[in-house]
């Protein structure tokens, strides 16, 4: 795969938020809620006059949203995770939260062959033990229409994961750790995707 099969920026706008910044912003609400609501409507005015902001930004996003994605907690990132307690729902967050917990690992361990092999595994294993649990919380959605949309949504994961597993052949032919960045961003923007449904469908 070459980097025309990703936008390099598309992932970057709909992480930046909940991945870069809002985690910011939750830190800054414990202290002081008034400061953060006031750099909330700060961000949103911003967007609104800048909204080319997120893709005109010079530093390797990409990379950072995935450095940043291994610091974020659970309760940081409760949007992406279901309330619901049954084991079924639990086993689905456990294993989200995995599997961008290992795909934040690359960055720091891309330059080391051996140690990057042994992610790749577990990156492997943990995409599989993600579907896994999609199937399982899938008994639980009411109606074939809820059913059909997060069946939608684990093809795209499906499909997405196929691309970075191409990404990853091209790496080691081409040396361009951009792409794998990239890739590996779709695949958390992916992850949030599925939680998101089963979210809006089960909660």
């Known amino acids: 795969m070459t980097m025309g099969d990703h936008a390099p920026n598309a992932p970057v706008a709909s992480l930046v938020y909940p991945v870069l910044i809002r985690p910011i912003l939750v830190q800054i609400e414990r202290e002081n809620v008034a400061s953060s609501q006031t750099l909330r409507a ?3 005015r911003v967007e609104a006059a800048y909204p080319r ?4 930004l010079s530093v390797n996003m990409n990379e950072s949203v995935l450095r940043l994605q291994g610091s974020v907690n659970e309760t940081d990132s409760s949007d992406y995770r279901v309330t619901r307690t049954e084991d079924a729902f639990q086993e689905l967050n456990r294993k989200s939260a995995n599997l961008k917990r290992i795909l934040s690992r690359i960055p720091d361990e891309i330059t080391d062959r051996k140690t990057f092999l042994e992610t790749i595994k577990q990156i492997a294993s943990a995409i599989k033990k993600l579907l896994d649990a999609v199937t399982e919380v899938s008994q639980f959605i009411p109606g074939m229409q809820g059913k059909q949309a997060l069946e939608h949504r684990k093809r795209d994961f499906v499909k997405h994961s196929k691309k970075f597993s191409n990404t990853l052949k091209e790496y080691f032919k081409e040396g361009q750790a ?6 590996a961003t779709f695949l958390i923007h992916q992850t949030n995707l599925i939680m998101l449904t089963v979210k809006d469908k089960c909660e």
């Open 42 to 44: 700060a961000l949103s």
């Open 178 to 183: 951009n792409a794998v960045f990239v890739s």
């Open 53 to 56: 902001l997120h893709a005109d």
